[in-house]
C-alpha cells in the first residue's frame, strides 16, 4: 500500500472516530464544550504511546502501518485546530476559567500520558 494512501485513509478513519465521539459525548450540551475533544485527544495520546512502543524492537510493524496508525488515525483523531477552537470561543464567551482549565488539562494530560506510557512499558 502507498505510504501517502496509508495516512489519508487512517486520517479519514481518525477523523470521524474523533467526530463520533465528540458528539456522544457533547450531545446534550449548546454551547461550546471542549471535553469531547479532551478525551479524544487523550486517547490518541493513549495510542499513539502503546503505538510507538511497539514499533520500537519489540513488534516489527511495516512503514505503511506505522503510517497508517501514527501519522494517519492518530493524526485525524486528535485535533490542535478543534482544540484552539474551543479554547478561543470559551475565551471569547468569558468563560475564562474554563479555557485556562481546558489548556492546562490537554497539554499536561496529553504529554503526561505519553512520559507515563513510555517509562511504563
Not at 503505538?51 to 510493524?61: A, Q, R
Not at 512503514?63 to 494517519?72: R, V
Not at 485546530?81 to 474554563?98: A, D, H, Q, V, W
Given at each position: 500500500?502507498?505510504t501517502?494512501l ?18 456522544l459525548?457533547t ?8 471535553l ?15 503505538l ?10 511495516s ?8 501519522i ?15 479554547t ?7 468563560n ?9 488539562v490537554s ?7 505519553l512520559?507515563?506510557?513510555?517509562r511504563?512499558?
Amino acid at each position: 500500500m502507498n505510504t501517502l494512501l496509508a495516512i489519508f485513509i487512517g486520517g479519514g478513519i481518525g477523523s470521524v472516530t474523533r467526530f463520533g465521539i465528540s458528539k456522544l459525548i457533547t450531545s446534550g450540551f449548546r454551547e461550546i464544550n471542549p471535553l469531547g475533544t479532551l478525551t479524544a485527544n487523550i486517547i490518541s495520546a493513549i495510542i499513539l504511546g502503546v503505538l510507538l512502543y511497539l514499533s520500537t524492537d519489540k513488534f516489527i510493524m511495516s512503514s505503511n502501518i506505522k503510517a497508517f496508525l501514527i501519522i494517519g488515525f492518530c493524526g485525524g483523531f486528535s485535533t490542535f485546530s478543534t482544540f484552539s477552537y474551543e479554547t478561543f470561543e470559551l475565551l471569547r464567551s468569558g468563560n475564562y476559567f474554563f479555557a485556562i482549565s481546558n489548556i492546562f488539562v490537554s497539554v499536561f494530560l496529553g504529554i503526561g500520558v505519553l512520559f507515563i506510557l513510555a517509562r511504563s512499558l
